[in-house]
């Protein structure tokens, strides 16, 4: 039995390596909505995301979505909105000793050599849990503008001025902090409950619009928003992407014969009047990531099912899909009961056409390494680094490559140094570069990403150097904001 379980693991090692991708998206959540950070001070909150960002950094994870917005609130410096009481346990209340949350973030992440994507809840202003409101907070400034459902405000979308102000926080965010990404999530109009409606009959009839039919107003009312907010975004940073993580239903077969999928659970489309499909098919969002919590099996919501039907309707813009590793860990394989549903779902990742990346939910379980599912992550499935998923739609051209790539002796050891290349516009600047290393009679693959040692915005490299008798040869590319590579530039040096 040793012997089967050793020839199967080697297998399944052999398999991860042919499959390893060079592009790939891999985030995770961090979400402030739990109240994780809620009272604690500036030094226990930093050192608590230095430990995550550090452990998730081992793992391969390339891209940060933290959640700097929960309820018309701010874990960042604004002057529109007040400072969330998930910082500071008290809205408006500032953090002690000061410091900005987001920022930190941003350069946290940079040095670790990932991507940083601002996370707002766009229409909710209030959650149930939240007892005091900040003077200075949208819903006792405007009380006309928010309606009340299930204990939480919102927003009405069916106001142009609230739409004007989302993407006024929005443009704030991006024109001051050197993001990668703004990220919303599936919050439009309110999860539904029962014996309550949503009170918006009056501004339905005092303004249809052409329609007749309340549904549909309510998802042009989101339409405009989503399309207003990619426009507002992009204007002010082309090179920041724009992505929206939809609830994981689309629409259900029975509500929809062509479009439908075979489950039976809550819908994008019916009930939170969120039409993702028109959203991609315009090009009015830069990545789409599905939360498709459930597991491999779930009777009204199945993975499989789930992950098929987004792979074949959601191509038109690069497709991550939202994994929640709790739910993961938790269920067996269908296939084989002693393990859980981790390596059954990335075998269905790599079956896919269209889906280019993962997104994690939550940081912390990755993190806590529940089921080992961050040491699979860290030793097999992320082992290697990767690239983002490229995005043509925004920039295709590429930088030049590096100038005067050359290896020196210094007194700190043998470096590899290099040149910035020249770019005038935002999509020809270089601002990061790939090492590649290569021995003695191996082919040079830049496809292959066991070859990359480091991904940096540095011009530097210590290398190895041990009695100088062995050949390597050393490749250096760069890229541009949005991860376009440049030509490769090699050198051969004896370590």
């Known amino acids: 039995m040793r012997r089967i379980s050793i020839l199967l693991l080697t297998m399944l090692l052999s398999v991860i390596m042919v499959h390893a991708q060079k592009r790939e998206f891999r985030g995770a959540w961090i979400q402030a909505v739990n109240g994780q950070f809620m009272g604690m001070s500036t030094r226990q909150m930093q050192q608590t995301l230095t430990y995550q960002l550090d452990e998730l950094q081992k793992d391969g994870v390339n ?15 604004s002057q529109l909105e007040p400072w969330s009481r998930f910082l500071t346990r008290q809205q408006g209340r500032a953090p002690q000793p000061y410091w900005d949350p987001l920022q930190w973030m941003v350069e946290q992440c940079h040095q670790r050599g990932m991507e940083l994507h601002a996370w707002i809840n766009p229409f909710r202003a209030k959650t149930k849990g939240t007892t005091a409101l900040a003077p200075n907070h949208v819903v006792k400034r405007h009380p006309e503008l928010c309606f009340a459902y299930d204990g939480q405000y919102l927003l009405n979308p069916a106001y142009q001025a609230n739409r004007d102000y989302i993407c006024k926080v929005a443009e ?21 409950v029962a014996g309550q409606a949503i009170p918006d009959q009056a501004q339905f009839e005092a303004d249809r619009r052409g329609f007749s039919y309340i549904g549909d107003w309510r998802r042009d009312n989101v339409n405009l928003f989503i399309k207003q907010l990619y ?79 987004w792979d074949k309707h959601a191509s038109k813009r690069p497709l991550f899909i939202g994994e929640d590793v709790e739910r993961t860990c938790k269920y067996p394989d269908l296939m084989d009961s002693r393990s859980h549903q981790m390596a059954a779902k990335h075998a269905l990742h790599q079956d896919m056409r269209h889906v280019q990346g993962t997104v994690l939910w939550y940081a912390k379980a990755v993190v806590d390494n529940i089921g080992n599912y961050g040491m699979v992550l860290r030793n097999h ?12 739609f925004i920039d295709s051209k590429r930088p030049k490559s590096p100038r005067k790539v050359k290896p020196v002796w210094t007194s700190g050891g ?10 005038k516009n935002w999509g020809d600047i270089a601002n990061k570069f790939v090492i590649y290393r290569f021995a003695k009679g ?9 070859k990359i040692i480091a991904i940096t915005d540095k011009t530097m490299y210590q290398l190895p150097y041990r009695n100088g008798s062995q050949k390597f040869t050393y490749v250096v590319t760069a890229l541009d904001r949005l991860q376009n590579e440049s030509k490769a530039k090699k050198v051969k040096v004896k370590l």
């Not at 191996?442 to 066991?450: G, H, T, V, Y």
Request: proline residues 8%; glycine residues 6%; charged residues 20%.
């Open 63 to 77: 891209a940060i979505i933290f959640q700097v917005r929960p309820e018309c609130d701010a874990l960042y410096e």
């Open 172 to 192: 704030d965010i991006v024109s001051r902090y050197d993001i990668d990404g703004f990220h919303i999530d599936d919050y439009f109009y309110p999860y539904p």
């Open 231 to 309: 426009e507002t975004i992009h204007r002010c940073k082309p090179w920041v992407k724009f992505g929206v993580s939809p609830f994981g239903i689309y629409r259900n077969r029975k509500s929809d014969s062509q479009l439908g999928s075979l489950t039976s659970g809550l819908q994008n489309y019916d009930d939170l009047y969120a039409d993702v499909l028109t959203w991609i098919d315009n090009g009015w969002v830069d990545y789409c990531v599905p939360q498709i919590y459930w597991q491999i099996g779930h009777p009204t919501a199945d993975y499989e099912t789930l992950i098929k039907w």
């Open 381 to 392: 499935y992320w082992k290697y680094p990767a690239l983002q998923p490229l995005m043509p």
């Open 414 to 423: 043998y470096i590899l140094f290099w040149q910035v290349p020249k770019g």
């Open 442 to 450: 191996e082919k040079i693959n830049l496809e292959d990403p066991s």
